[in-house]
């Protein structure tokens, strides 16, 4: 019988796995799942953290608010469109970007890097710099404008400039990530089914439809489901270049969730929007998933 | 053969393609180093100036110099992101170990239930991390951080080192082993110093996720002296009426350090994206 200092220096194969094991899930534990259990729980309370009077058992309650409630309705619709907006118009300009990139360079550096640095950029430095692109008077995208014979505009001040600016935004910072997939996905296409295309007098765009679209479908789908999942989490862009203004007219659940627990401290309330995203995500998700797996054996 | 020739040929169309794609991701981040450069007064005149005219470093001097706080987001972000790099790697490495070597059953369902919980909507569990955080009494302290980005990391780095540790041949560990090595020996002497470039890798990726997060840093440490530094930088036009040239020089600091890391290692963390890339 070995005494357990032993064991710990030799341990077995399951005693170490579970050393070896237990910080990770000890962590999920106390960050992951002991939130979601009090989320649900708090959704059922009303339980501001500002008057100190405690917490109160008010039963559904706060859902029935939710679904009264215009503003949750309006950030939902704008997280829905600017992931409706944004997760294809990133596939479409990250593809765009792949292609180019994939081109024989001699050097492969200047390129890699120029897809590497809005990867590495806090999302919330991009919103910033955007924000400074569309600035009203001095805003680089308002002097081109004015340039081609424009009218100055407040850009970020009206609803719709100020959403489409932000698709904008989100689009050239996450299409190079989206790129950085898909040009792995394209160096791994073999070069031969191209040269057999060409003899078989397959022209460049059949090539593209045929070979290329075909081949990288696996990339695609991977980098589209992680786009739509962060795509439905956007907080740092809207908030650092409009702050959900003008009105709400740019704001989205998160930054409504935000808004509603850290801002005004209405724990109950914003546990409740907070479940509502949880399912909404979870329907998203299901939804897309099942759309592609549908699209691929099709 | 299809015709190639003309204004599309080789050469032009890879200058372009470049050109493309250098402009694309170069662009803004020039765009702020010349606002940073330019006096207040250049930056007001119209029609705007593209290129600095007379250049100065006075917007520089004010972010670093007249904001105190500035050094104080700086030294917050780096303690922050190193101390949940370092964190990372530690449960990341433990975990991907087990994962890659140990005989366990439902190896594929442990590796499945980290990832898929380390990457639950962030913004859904805000509250509940804030109650969290608050009880224990870390509110406006590194560990409030520090936690919540290691489980930001995790899916990354244990996707990462489970395929470097994979990748070490097993003979290796059991000759160790043979040779009287123990079961931790045999990790810190073999798999570990092996194992090095695929810890770094993982590492380069849990650093720019974690110098990277908004949310949390907003929300958990919301005192002045405990803000890193996108937060910092973003609640400076709170306090003033939006002094774009210093916010400019302030994100060109705070932008070239990563940008440096990025440009040395390039080929790695794109080796690494790929392999377990998980980040929008």
């Known amino acids: 019988m070995k005494s357990w200092l032993d064991r710990l220096r030799d341990p077995s194969e399951r005693t170490l796995g579970v050393i070896l094991l237990s910080p990770a899930f000890a962590l999920l534990a106390l960050i992951v799942v002991y939130p979601i259990g009090k989320l649900f729980y ?25 679904i009264k409630d215009g503003a949750f309705w309006d950030a939902t619709w704008n997280t829905v469109l600017i992931t409706l907006i944004t997760v294809p118009g990133a596939l479409v300009v ?114 593209f439809w045929q070979i290329t679209v075909p081949m990288l479908m696996p990339s695609i789908v991977v980098a589209l489901i992680f786009r739509t999942i962060t795509a439905l989490q956007t907080f740092d862009i809207p908030y650092t270049m409009t702050k959900g203004g003008p009105g709400n007219a740019t704001e989205t659940l998160a930054m409504y969730i935000h808004k509603t627990t850290i801002d005004y401290l209405d724990v109950g309330f914003g546990s409740t929007l907070a479940v509502g995203m949880f399912v909404l995500s979870m329907i998203l998700t299901a939804a897309y998933l099942r759309h592609i797996s549908r699209q691929e054996s099709a | 053969m299809n015709d190639r020739g003309g204004l599309l040929s080789g050469v032009r169309l890879r200058f ?94 442990i590796l499945t239930a980290i990832i898929a919980s380390s990457m639950f909507p962030l913004i859904t569990l805000l509250v509940p991390i804030f109650e969290t955080m608050r009880a224990l009494g870390w509110l406006n302290s590194y560990l409030a951080l520090v936690f919540p980005y290691v489980v930001l990391n995790l899916p990354v780095c244990t996707l990462v080192l489970v395929s470097f540790f994979q990748s070490i041949p097993r003979d290796l560990e059991n000759a160790a082993m043979i040779d009287g090595c123990t079961r931790f020996e045999t990790l810190w002497r073999v798999v570990l110093p092996l194992s090095a470039p695929g810890v770094f890798t993982a590492g380069i990726l849990a650093f720019v ?43 060109i600091v705070a932008i070239v350090p990563v940008a440096i890391v990025i440009a040395i290692f390039q080929e790695r963390v794109v080796g690494g994206l790929t392999a377990g890339g998980l980040k929008g």
């Open chain 1, 42 to 66: 708090n959704s059922f309370f009303d339980m501001r953290l500002s008057g100190g009077q405690g917490s109160k058992w008010i039963g559904w309650q706060n859902y029935a608010d939710m």
């Open chain 1, 94 to 207: 990250g593809l765009a970007l792949a292609l180019l990139a994939n081109l024989p360079f001699k050097r492969q550096w200047p390129v890699r890097l120029a897809l590497l640095l809005p990867w590495a950029l806090p999302l919330a430095f991009a919103g910033l710099i955007w924000a400074w692109f569309f600035h009203t008077e001095y805003g680089f995208i308002n002097d081109v404008w004015v340039r081609m014979g424009g009218e100055p505009r407040m850009w970020l001040l009206s609803p719709v400039s100020a959403f489409a600016a932000i698709c904008i935004a989100i689009i050239w910072k996450s299409s190079s990530f989206m790129a950085l997939i898909l040009l792995a996905g394209l160096q791994m296409i073999p070069k031969s089914l191209y040269e057999a295309a060409e003899v078989d007098g397959a022209s460049r765009w059949q090539q």
């Open chain 2, 16 to 109: 372009i393609a470049a050109t493309i794609v250098v402009l694309n991701g170069f662009f803004p981040a020039v765009w702020i180093l010349f606002t940073s450069l330019k006096s207040e007064a250049e930056l007001f005149r119209k029609p705007i100036t593209y290129f600095p005219h007379e250049p100065t470093l006075r917007n520089y001097i004010a972010a670093a110099v007249d904001q105190p706080l500035f050094q104080v987001f700086m030294k917050n972000s780096v303690v922050v992101a190193l101390l949940a790099t370092v964190v990372s790697l530690l449960v990341a490495a433990f975990a991907a170990y087990a994962i890659a070597r140990l005989n366990l059953k439902r190896r594929q369902l």
């Open chain 2, 209 to 251: 996720n974690a110098w990277d997060e908004f949310l949390l840093a907003l929300s958990l440490n919301s005192n002045a002296a405990m803000r890193t530094l996108p937060v910092g930088i973003t609640l400076y036009q709170g306090e003033f009426t939006f002094p774009w040239p210093i916010i400019s020089a302030a994100l």
